[in-house]
């Protein structure tokens, strides 16, 4: 456990910045897509029309998601 530690703390700092961002980056689109989804039933007519494109946004980010460990992934075995 105390290896651990001293494995991340040794992480570069670059590696730090991108994880806070998407952190909060995270935390801003859970707080934004109940606002999002209101927003979205007064635009369009039905709410099967809203559920698609919420889903489709949360689709698209683990999409994109799978695809960067899939890259990482890739990089490590090489």
Known sequence: ?????????????????????ETLNGIAMMMLMPFFALYLKDKVDSLVQVGCLIAGIVYASMDRLV????????????
């Open 1 to 21: 456990m105390k290896n651990t530690f001293q494995e991340l703390k040794a992480m570069d700092r670059n590696v730090w910045i991108r994880f806070f961002g």
């Open 67 to 78: 695809e960067h460990r899939a890259e990482h992934a890739l990089q490590q075995s090489s």
